[in-house]
């Protein structure tokens, strides 16, 4: 029978198992259920790492019994499950997962697909590591739509800048370092060189005992930099196009990993597209320099167009604020706006009332602005 000790010397305290989790599976304990993580995701099968006496082993279990069509409940890599390995075995799996336990956190983006879902990369993760490779121009409009996802999942972001051993000069190094925190502001921004070793040590420490998750387009460097911080090459590595920096997809399914120093690391396909799903707190905190300046604003509906009073114009006029980033948020605003139209009736029919309107009144200011009729 599973014991509930949350000791350091439990086999799955490695893994993330705490005191909050034993909680959680106490309900099915006595039933000759174990819990697992689940280290990756196939197609209606999961592998998870389960308690083995003072080990731990990996198993295959199947996942029809909790297959819903709520993408959302779908599981993924870093869940915990609740596993049944007496009843449900099969030839292609040892059991099956009875039921997932509560998530603390999940990375959420919109699926690829036309269809309004959401698919979920991780779960139950303490910090998302957004990788950006310095081999090409530095993309801060993908830094932002990452860090949105990030801070709206609940986990802490930490954006990485990847082949740094590429910048040969200093100055354009620090360059490139102060762009990205401007586009990150209350986030920690490195630099890293999984070919030279510099700043992997200082990673090392960040992510140690914790679980944390790789994020970043294909050719990111994320699977390099995965290996670096293994100390080991468990990741394939493709070579990037010189041209732009990019690669094929090297990881083809997220894969939890046991770090040699404590902690386990996700790491994930490149991502070419990122959706905003449902983001509205994450835009906030990615843009929270934005929000703060359009508390000043002398409408409380500002909408940072030409307004007078405008703190946020103001702010750009005077060099404390880029336009890119005001485009940037207006953008990605726009966006989770659309997403949540689409999955939600009322907010559609809402806003299509507010875009007749406008339409409406700025026809009207082009009427009176040509000397044509008013009414």
Request: net charge negative; hydrophobic share 40%; glycine share 8%.
């Amino acid at each position: 029978m599973f014991s509930l000790d949350i000791s350091s010397a439990h086999p799955l305290t490695a893994y993330g198992w705490d005191e909050a989790f034993a909680d959680s599976f106490a309900t099915h304990a006595g039933q000759d259920l174990l819990p697992g993580r689940i280290v990756r995701v196939h197609r209606g099968r999961v592998d998870a790492v389960v308690p083995d006496g003072d080990d731990v082993r990996t198993v295959s279990a199947d996942t029809a019994l909790v297959a819903t069509g709520d993408p959302m409940r779908v599981p993924c890599t870093g869940d915990w499950a609740v596993i049944d390995l007496e009843n449900g075995a099969t030839d292609d799996a040892d059991g099956v997962v009875r039921s997932l336990l509560p998530r603390r956190t999940a990375i959420v983006r919109s699926s690829s697909s036309k269809r309004s879902e959401a698919q979920i990369l991780a779960a139950n993760v303490n910090h998302a590591v957004i990788a950006v490779s310095l081999a090409a121009e530095l993309d801060l409009g993908r830094i932002e739509r990452f860090l949105s996802l990030a801070w709206e999942s609940g986990a802490e972001p930490l954006v990485v800048l990847t082949k740094a051993d590429l910048v040969d000069n200093p100055a354009v190094l620090s360059y490139l370092l102060s762009e990205a925190e401007a586009a990150a502001p209350g986030v920690q921004v490195l630099a890293v060189s999984s070919e030279t070793g510099d700043g992997i040590e200082v990673l090392s420490a960040i992510l140690a005992d914790s679980t944390s998750v790789l994020l970043g387009q294909s050719g990111a460097g994320k699977s390099t930099l995965a290996n670096a911080l293994l100390g080991e090459s468990v990741q394939d590595v493709q070579a990037t196009r010189d041209q732009d920096g990019k690669g094929r997809h090297t990881t083809t399914t997220r894969d939890l990993l046991r770090l040699p120093w404590g902690g386990v690391l996700i790491d994930t396909p490149g991502l070419r597209g990122v959706g905003i799903w449902d983001a509205e707190s994450g835009l906030a905190q990615t843009f929270s320099d934005i929000e703060s300046l359009a508390g000043e604003c002398r409408f409380l509906d500002c909408a940072h167009l030409s307004e007078p009073g405008c703190a946020v114009l103001e702010a750009i006029e005077r060099g404390a604020l880029p336009e890119r980033r005001l485009e940037s948020y207006r953008k990605l605003m726009r966006e989770n706006q659309w997403m949540l139209a689409k999955t939600d009736a009322r907010l559609h029919s809402e806003m299509r009332k507010d875009w007749k309107q406008m339409r409406a009144t700025h026809h009207h200011m082009l009427e009176r602005k040509r000397g044509g009729p008013q009414r």
